[in-house]
T-cell receptor, first 110, second 114 residues
Framework: GEDVEQSLFLSVREGDSSVINCTYT??????LYWYKQEPGAGLQLLTY?????DMKQDQRLTVLLNKKDKHLSLRIADTQTGDSAIYFC??????????FGAGTTVTVRA | SQTIHQWPATLVQPVGSPLSLECTVE??????LYWYRQAAGRGLQLLFY??????ISSEVPQNLSASRPQDRQFILSSKKLLLSDSGFYLC?????????????FGQGTRLTVV
């Protein structure tokens, strides 16, 4: 995960927006991903963005990609308690390998 | 649809004992298969991946080994566990094509070596 960096913790109030940031290093990455991990469970693919896109919106989720700065962000609108989890950013570094960040633990407080 | 099964969910093993974790995938053929380890408070470390039967690539030197006896079966093993082998182990699969690089994960195995 050392090629993908993200902050470790984020605390957000219920109903506010959460923004999770990630930087990556491989400019040839075809896809960039966001995964969600709930306690004691595996990783669930949340959303992804193709490298030729700047933005992708999917209901409460908005992914922004700045290829020049190699910066990826995930915005969760109207954050709910069920959004509390660890969020992983990942980049495809080949057809069969993903490189993951260390994960951002999001805590939603009432 | 594709599903991935990983077991057991939790395991407590003494130091020096052997280990065998199993992972199977349904609903797809010739998947790429992966074993990751997630240590507490850290990200995912890729341990092994396999692009076909009998083909295993090791990412980091360690006390573990992997085998792929069948197309959709991936096994993580150790002959003698160490305390440092404790962690959360995740199996995953991907289609491994340029337009399908996303990985799909099992529910994980929490291994505690005592």
């Amino acid at each position: 995960g050392e090629d993908v960096e993200q902050s470790l913790f984020l605390s957000v109030r219920e109903g506010d927006s959460s923004v999770i940031n990630c930087t990556y290093t491989d400019s040839s990455s075809t896809y960039l991903y966001w995964y969600k991990q709930e306690p004691g469970a595996g990783l669930q693919l949340l959303t992804y963005i193709f490298s030729n896109m700047d933005m992708k919106q999917d209901q409460r989720l908005t992914v922004l990609l700045n290829k020049k700065d190699k910066h990826l962000s995930l915005r969760i609108a109207d954050t709910q308690t069920g959004d509390s989890a660890i969020y992983f950013c990942a980049e495809s570094i080949s057809d069969y390998k993903l490189s993951f960040g260390a994960g951002t633990t999001v805590t939603v407080r009432a | 649809s594709q599903t991935i099964h990983q077991w057991p969910a939790t395991l407590v093993q003494p130091v020096g004992s052997p280990l065998s974790l199993e992972c199977t995938v349904e609903g797809t053929s010739n998947p790429n298969l992966y074993w990751y380890r997630q240590a507490a408070g850290r990200g995912l470390q890729l341990l092994f991946y396999s692009v076909g039967i009998g083909q295993i690539s090791s990412e980091v030197p360690q006390n573990l080994s992997a085998s792929r006896p069948q197309d959709r079966q991936f096994i993580l093993s150790s002959k003698k566990l160490l305390l440092s082998d404790s962690g959360f182990y995740l199996c995953a699969w991907s289609a491994g094509t340029p337009m399908n690089t996303e990985a799909f994960f099992g529910q994980g195995t929490r291994l505690t070596v005592v």
